[in-house]
């Protein structure tokens, strides 16, 4: 049952991607330039963080003009489709809490939004929605440590419930409470191996996986002394280490695609945040924008 389920949304991912990406990739029009197709895939994915921002208010962000790639801005109805029928989990701390709020933007009208964001953001609380018109289902785990992660890994594996989209970032809890770097990189190893095993063989099930970076934190900012204190720039960056270090991400071998919160975060800038942790919407639209392009471009 399961197994046909997934099967059958893939095929109506894949069937959708078909017509998507002839639109979506400038295609080579001679043959023999054809085999320059999957090195522009990779040189595209390379360049979804190739973003701008205009420091207005609200912040608006747009893609740098590439002559190779046309990412495309999702909107609503576009987003749907692609997602129609998927599981979609997020696990993690605010950061992973505030890309399914983006992304339930895009999915939902704004008043539908409003309804929901309470429940969403309840503190320390999971929150899980079904789209019963496009048959999405979207979950979000609240999973502020690393171990958090590792149990839930553990019990897709045990449930053999594979969602389409994983999406799991944290590393501020640990930061803030155990504050030990080479700690953080250790679970962050299991996470990656816990997370290439879900991966079949075979190849034919195959879930996106999204880890979420660390946001640019704006020390002056942040609401606590313990958090001024303890989550200094060098701190921060020593993180930000440990996450290369260790191959999460898919350029170093791992299973994730990086969806690199600090870079959007430096991007959008100081004014983006008050409380020098949580930013503007903004990042987080254009966080889901990059999700959802490098799924096209993954799928084909
Ligand atoms: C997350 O992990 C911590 C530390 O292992 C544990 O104390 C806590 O209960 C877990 N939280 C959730 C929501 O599972």
Request: net charge positive.
């Amino acid at each position: 049952m399961g197994r046909w389920r997934l099967s059958r949304r893939k095929l109506l991912f894949l069937s959708l991607l078909c017509t998507s990406l002839l639109l979506f990739l400038h295609l080579p029009t001679s043959p023999h330039h054809f085999s320059s197709f999957s090195q522009s895939s990779s040189l595209c994915l390379s360049r979804l963080h190739r973003i701008s921002w205009t420091h207005s208010s609200p912040p608006a962000w747009s893609w740098d003009k590439s002559e190779t790639c046309h990412f495309r801005r999702f909107s609503g109805k576009y987003a749907s489709e692609i997602l129609r029928d998927a599981w979609i989990l997020a696990a993690g701390d605010s950061q992973a809490r505030l890309v399914v709020l983006a992304l339930l933007r895009l999915l939902m009208e704004p008043s539908e939004v409003s309804t929901i964001e309470p429940d969403l953001f309840r503190r320390h609380s999971d929150y899980q929605i079904t789209l019963p018109d496009k048959g999405i289902k979207v979950d979000f785990i609240w999973a502020p440590y690393e171990s958090n992660i590792t149990q839930l890994l553990r019990d897709i594996r045990l449930t053999r419930r594979y969602p389409d989209v994983l999406i799991l970032g944290s590393g501020l809890w640990h930061m803030l409470h155990i504050t030990n770097p080479a700690l953080y990189g250790t679970v962050l190893a299991e996470i990656k191996q816990m997370a290439e095993s879900l991966v079949e063989p075979s190849g034919s099930l195959h879930s996106h996986m999204f880890w979420l970076g660390l946001p640019k934190l704006i020390n002056s900012k942040l609401n606590t002394e313990e958090k001024k204190e303890k989550m200094t720039g060098n701190m921060l960056e020593a993180y930000n280490k440990e996450v290369n270090w260790r191959g999460m991400s898919k350029e170093s071998g791992g299973p994730f695609t990086l969806l690199d919160i600090g870079l959007l975060t430096r991007g959008c800038g100081p004014l983006c945040t008050l409380d020098g942790m949580h930013y503007d919407g903004a990042v987080y639209d254009a966080a889901v924008n990059i999700m959802l392009n490098s799924m096209l471009i993954d799928s084909q």
